[in-house]
């Protein structure tokens, strides 16, 4: 059985860090790529951060380039993203994703098969 699970959402300040983490079971990491995603309320779900599989490669949303970080740790089932230089904008349930599709469809949410439940980061000024 599939299952992700986020963790390390919270409520912080303008300007400070979090670190979120995806535990992913079921899966073979180094068949998938691996991405985080976010969605406001009212808005589409964003793409975030990838990771092309097996993990030399990562790619970004033009909103966080410069200040999140995705890593992933295959042996240990995890994806990471940290998140620095925090914004109110950032404000949003943050999701991560497992993604066999072709690379060019990296940054497509519909690309992606499995998903965990979210984790809510609000960031407050």
């Known amino acids: 059985q599939v299952q992700l699970t986020e963790s390390g959402g919270g409520s912080v300040q303008t300007g400070t860090s979090l670190k979120l983490s995806c535990l992913i079971s079921?899966?073979?990491?180094?068949?998938?790529?691996l991405a985080w995603f976010r969605q406001a309320p009212g808005k589409e779900r964003e793409f975030v951060a990838a990771?092309?599989?097996?993990?030399?490669?990562?790619y970004y949303g033009q909103s966080v380039e410069g200040r999140f970080i995705i890593s992933r740790d295959n042996y240990n089932k995890m994806v990471y993203l940290q998140m620095n230089n925090l914004r109110p904008e950032d404000t949003a349930v943050y999701y991560c994703?497992?993604?066999?599709?072709?690379?060019?469809?990296?940054?497509?949410?519909?690309?992606?098969?499995?998903w965990g439940r979210g984790t809510q980061v609000t960031v407050s000024s």
């Open positions: 990771s092309k599989r097996p993990g030399a490669n990562t």
């Open positions: 079921g899966l073979t990491l180094t068949n998938y790529h």
């Open positions: 994703g497992a993604s066999t599709a072709a690379l060019s469809a990296i940054r497509q949410s519909e690309m992606y098969r499995y």
